[in-house]
C-alpha cells in the first residue's frame, strides 16, 4: 500500500508492505522495520491565539536522525482520513506479520468488562467549564463595568482589555465548552466485549455488522475522548470525558483505564477482521 503526500519542499510516498515500512523522498529511499515504528504525532497549530491548522507526522525510530534519534515525517498535506487510513494500514499489518500467543488468541473466551464513572466525569467536566469559561467571563464583566466609573484613559484602556477579553475567551474557550457539554450526553456506563459484540450499556453491535470502529488513542490529549461505531444505522458515537489538562487522577475528567480499553478495542478489531481506526485529531 503507497501513500503520497505533496508539498512545496517535495513529494514524500509511504510504502507499506510485509517486509516494513519504506520512506521515499528526495530521490531517497529508507526502510524501517516495523519495530521502529514510534506512531503518529498531531500538533494543532495556532497564530496569536487562533487555531491555524493541524501538522500531522509519522515518526520512526532512526539513530541517523539529528532529534532524539527520531524522524518525523510529514503528512500534512493529507486529509485527515486519509492520514487516518494510513496509521491503520501500518497498525493491521503489523499484527498480522506478528506472533500471536495463544493468550492473544483466546483473550475473549471471557468478556471482558469496563465500567465508565459517568456521573464523575461529568461533574469534574462541568467544574472544569465553569473555571475555564464562565469565571473568566464574570471577572472581565466586572472589570467592565469598573471602567465605567474610572476616569480619563485609564478606564478606556480598561475597557479595550476587556473587550478583548471577550473575543478571547470566545474563540478558545466557549468551542471547547460547546464540544464538550455535547459529548457529556453520550458517555456510557458500561462496555462490555466478547467473542462476538461490542456491547455499550443497552446495546449491542455484533462484528459482522460494524463497517468500522474508531477511537481516539490513550496517548493523544485531546479535548475529548470518543468512540464512534459505524453501522448499516450509521454512526454510533460515544464519550469518555476530556484527557486535556486533567484534574488529579482520583478526580479524573477522563475514564481512568481508558487506555486499556483502547487496546483491548483495538484487539478485537484485529482478530474479527474489523476495520480500526484511530481518531487521530
Not at 510504502?15 to 528526495?26: H, L, R, S, Y
Request: net charge positive; with cysteine; charged share 30%.
Amino acid at each position: 500500500m503507497k501513500y503520497e503526500s505533496k508539498s512545496i519542499l517535495g513529494n514524500t510516498v509511504i510504502d507499506i508492505n510485509p517486509n516494513g515500512i519504506d520512506i521515499e523522498a528526495k530521490n531517497k529511499r529508507i526502510h524501517y522495520d516495523f519495530a521502529d515504528y514510534l506512531g503518529t504525532h498531531v500538533t494543532k497549530n495556532y497564530y496569536n491565539g487562533i487555531y491555524t491548522g493541524m501538522t500531522r507526522y509519522i515518526s520512526f525510530h532512526d539513530e541517523t536522525a539529528k532529534l532524539g534519534k527520531r524522524r518525523m515525517i510529514n503528512f500534512s498535506s493529507r486529509e485527515k482520513e486519509d492520514f487516518i487510513k494510513i496509521a491503520a494500514d501500518i497498525d493491521k499489518t503489523m499484527f498480522d506479520r506478528s506472533a500471536k500467543s495463544d493468550e492473544i488468541m483466546n483473550y475473549f473466551d471471557v468478556p471482558r468488562t469496563f465500567e465508565v464513572p459517568k456521573e464523575t466525569i461529568k461533574s469534574n467536566s462541568i467544574k472544569y467549564i465553569l473555571l475555564m469559561t464562565v469565571l473568566p467571563m464574570v471577572l472581565i464583566t466586572i472589570a467592565l463595568i469598573v471602567s465605567f466609573f474610572v476616569k480619563d484613559t485609564v478606564g478606556l484602556t480598561i475597557r479595550v482589555f476587556c473587550i478583548a477579553g471577550y473575543i478571547v475567551d470566545a474563540l478558545l474557550f466557549i468551542p471547547e465548552m460547546r464540544y464538550t457539554v455535547k459529548g457529556l450526553k453520550n458517555i456510557p456506563e458500561r462496555i462490555i466485549t466478547d467473542l462476538y459484540a461490542v456491547k455499550i450499556d443497552d446495546d449491542s453491535f455484533a462484528r459482522e455488522s460494524i463497517e468500522f470502529l474508531k477511537i481516539t488513542p490513550s496517548t493523544y490529549r485531546k479535548w475529548e475522548r470518543r468512540l464512534t461505531i459505524r453501522d448499516k444505522d450509521g454512526d454510533h458515537i460515544f464519550s469518555f470525558g476530556s484527557s486535556k489538562n486533567d484534574l488529579k487522577k482520583d478526580n479524573p475528567k477522563t475514564m481512568p483505564d481508558y487506555d486499556q480499553l483502547y487496546r483491548t478495542l483495538r484487539l478485537w478489531c484485529h482478530l474479527n477482521n474489523v476495520t480500526f481506526y484511530s481518531d487521530l485529531g
